[in-house]
């Protein structure tokens, strides 16, 4: 090394030692850091002086550093009861005098500056009580079952939702919360759904993007204080749901490409015959082959146009015998003398099995559906229809397929010249703009080989209060805790790969330590500390012994009880509480 180096190396700080992380200081504190450890749910109780708050704190911290856990998820009785709502601020700032232990605790054991005290900082979510209550919907969201959409308030416990990865997931609990303040959600596909403030989201931030998408949990109020970066909206972008798998039916009566080909340039008249149009034998060929049997598919030219018009009938023309089987399952469907305007998906195709839907998407997709790649590259695929109702079908149809679509509504064209005649337009026209990551939209090879894969996100564009609503919270039985909302949102209301701390349940009643108990979700544990002999409660709404006492023989549950002889904050405390327990 040369002199200067030397020099430069001399004058360059040395970097701050790491934490120290906690360290106990009795066999007591070891023993109960054990316990925690090894258990879910660990009920930590003894006099004051103890540790309680230090080694809960200092557990959650080291996890936290290890990489176990995401968030340090705080809460703590203010007072007898949870009434915060005179005082002035946000959440935080209306707990936070409360959460001074622990703060002090956070202190001792990260320090006051630096990087890994910022870290923690940034992990820890105060939570307290009433607005952990609050993690919830409108009784008129919308929720995804098996078999369709459900309002909120219409769940039960034990029904079923759909989560993240597409599949059915059991609801565990259902808590009404009353009337809340409510929250317009909105995102950069145009969707919605309404929520409380402290309702959670799973979302990834621009930077956490650039470093790997990874996600992490937030409220909605988190949210919007940092809903723009540096380039604007759109800062927080939430997960995309896998295909949903929707509970199987009865068969479709019409084979759903088909269904689709209808749809999209079908004729559906109550009098005439049904018919296709179409100028790509592809189409007309696929449809023959998924006619019912004693059908065929014949052709006629059109005249003044490319296309052939091809209607199924059975051999033999008007004078074959038995009805029209293709029209008759569409006249069960209720299409039948729907125009252009009126067309519409019926329920059962927009809730079968993932590949009829596919397969309706492809066949309304090869008629009606156009691709054209951009100036950057990517594809555009668009739907185009004059009817709002199939507009709609197409997005769910996308939507539970694991993409997004934006419909756009268009006045209805200038009058133009089509084969000499002059054309006047009535009808407004609906444009689905699709976007698919993996699931090819068309089956037409002149379609489906322009097509490209396109990543597909939602942002959050923005975040606006639209005044109070009766809500409800549910818990689900989901890895990952997400359940889908409105257009396959989606969303998650408990907190994953987290140490939970209840501190000073004393003060706490049987209904708070429940409610606290079921918010914990996947990956996570859940540390109450508490004096049972140090409560402001009356002695008739003490239930912290009785919850302990409840679950201290299940599976995963730990107890661990201090006296007097381990206080390590004064030892003159332990000859005080022994004084005035005479």
Known sequence: MTRKRERQAKKKPAPPPPPEGYAARTK???????????????????????????????????????????????????????????????????VGPYLVPFFDALER?????????????????IAPLA????????????VLTPSGYKSMGEISVGDEVVGSDGLPTKVLGVYPQGELDVYRVTFSDGTSTECSEDHLWLTATRRQRSCGNRHSVRTTAEIKKTIASSGGIGNHSIPIASPVCFAEGAPLPTPPYTLGVLLGDGSLGAKGCVSISSADPMIPERVAKELPAGMVLTSSTLPNCAASQYRPVRPGGKRAKGTNPVKKSLQGLGLIGKSSSSKFIPRDYLLSSVSNRIALLQGLMDTDGTVYERATGTPRVLFRTTSSLLAGGVQFLVQSLGGTAIIKKFPPPKPSKCNGKMVIGRLDQYTVDIRLSEINPFYLGRKASRWRPHKVGRRIASIEPI?????????????????????????????NNSVMIFDEAQNANFGQLKLFL?????????????????????????????????????????????????????????????????
């Open 28 to 94: 007591a504190q070891a023993h109960a850091l054990e316990v925690i450890a090894k258990s879910a749910i660990t009920f930590v109780l003894g006099p004051a002086g103890t540790g309680k708050t230090h080694l809960a704190s200092g557990y959650a911290v080291q996890q936290l550093i290890d990489g176990k856990v995401e968030n340090i998820v705080i809460t703590r009785p203010s007072v007898a009861t949870e009434q915060l709502g005179y005082l002035p601020g946000s959440a935080e700032e209306k």
């Open 109 to 125: 054991i990260a320090g006051k500056r630096g990087h890994t005290r910022d870290r923690i900082s940034g992990a820890v979510k």
């Open 131 to 142: 607005y952990l209550r609050g993690r919830s919907q409108p009784l008129d969201a919308k």
């Open 467 to 495: 005044g109070k609503k009766p809500c409800q919270c549910i818990q689900v039985d989901a890895i990952d805790s997400l359940y889908l909302t409105d257009h396959c949102i989606v969303t998650h209301n408990t907190f």
């Open 518 to 582: 079921t918010r914990m979700g996947q990956g996570s544990q859940i540390i109450i500390t508490g004096d049972a002999d140090q409560s402001d409660l009356p002695r008739s709404e003490r239930r912290l012994i009785d919850v302990m006492q409840r679950l201290s023989g299940l599976k995963g549950v730990g107890v661990v009880e201090f006296k007097g002889c381990d206080i390590v904050r004064n030892p003159i405390i332990e000859s005080v509480l022994r004084e005035l327990e005479k």
